[in-house]
């Protein structure tokens, strides 16, 4: 196909804030681009799709329905490495590709893990707010020396996790449904059962995708199942939680603090019950937004959108 003859709609916000090479490359390779900056829904997306060829998409709902009115589209790139908003049954049937970039965000996730982390054991937030309002007293924080740190997940992103953890003298546990035994031995992480890191975890932190099988996971039972006084951390997808179970959970204190970045409806609402806890950190899904992770994300998503548009493999495809 002629590049110079392909629309290609952008709708991630960040794409090429930090590097506008990122723009100007791909508005010289094709004929048009659209941009987008923001989530947009299936029904936002059927008026958009359209004689578009390509799409490099953010958490964009690419459901079938969206899809059925893509007559030209022959590429999804997610900015990013989450699918679970793209039918892709739906894209398969239509011949479709769908790439994502795995591996561009893994490095900021995992650093905005330990930030949360630290956060819940030293209660940062809440200790700046008090200071600020002129009611500040010393609270006495938790260490993570001496610790049990609970990775739920151990692929890219609870690999940079572990190993951003090994200098805090802590017990790190991770279950993985496909364990990396050669890299949980070099690096001192002992492999359990996901009931088990459940139960003898002081700090879990969430790193699994949204399956079947994970939607959901997080639920009452689980959370009965989980040291009393722990903490939970989940930079993954906010599907994976019952958010009243766990608001329920925090409210009886059978769990100390919860750190979010992510949740099942995005932005939450105002008045969502997790933000009205004090014992809640709530940031807006902003885990591979360093400009790092931005860029990297970006430099693939455009060359996997380029590659399929001139009938060429990509690098990273999903279906």
């Not at 995992?110 to 982390?117: K, Q, S």
Request: some cysteine.
């Amino acid at each position: 196909m002629d590049l110079k003859s392909c629309r290609v709609l952008v709708t991630p916000r960040s794409y090429g804030v930090n590097d506008p090479r990122l723009r100007t490359a791909l508005e010289e390779a094709v004929g048009e681009v659209i941009y987008r900056g923001r989530i947009h829904t299936s029904k936002e997306l059927q008026e958009l799709l359209p004689g578009c060829h390509g799409f490099i998409a953010g958490l964009d709902e690419i459901d079938r329905a969206a899809l059925e009115t893509a007559d030209q589209l022959k590429v999804i790139a997610r900015y990013g490495v989450g699918v679970d908003n793209v039918d892709l049954a739906a894209a398969r049937e239509k011949g479709i590709v769908v790439t994502n970039t795995p591996g561009a965000n893994s490095g900021a996730v995992a650093e905005l893990t330990i930030g949360l982390m630290l956060s819940l054991a030293r209660s940062i937030p809440q200790a700046n707010a008090a200071l600020r309002a002129g009611t500040a007293t010393r609270v006495e924080g938790i260490s993570l020396q001496g610790k049990t740190i609970g990775l739920l997940g151990l692929g890219a992103i609870g690999k940079q996790v572990a190993r951003r953890l090994q200098g805090f003298e802590c017990t790190i546990l991770a279950y993985d449904p496909v364990p990396d035994a050669r890299f949980a031995e070099s690096h001192g992480i002992t492999l359990c059962s996901q009931e088990e890191v459940v139960a003898r975890s002081d700090f879990l932190s969430l790193h699994l995708p949204v399956l079947p099988e994970t939607r959901g996971m997080v639920n009452a039972d689980f959370l009965a199942r989980m040291k009393p006084g722990a903490f939970l951390i989940n930079t993954a997808r906010g599907e994976l939680i019952d958010e009243t179970a766990l608001a329920d959970a925090l409210r009886s204190g059978h769990l100390r603090g919860a750190a979010l970045d992510v949740f099942a409806t995005e932005p939450p609402p105002p008045d969502h019950p997790l933000l009205a806890l004090p014992q809640v950190i709530a940031t807006p899904h902003i885990g591979a937004h360093t400009d790092g992770a931005m860029n990297m994300m970006g430099w693939m998503a455009l060359q996997d959108c380029l590659a399929v548009l001139r009938g060429e493999e990509p690098a990273h495809r999903v279906v």
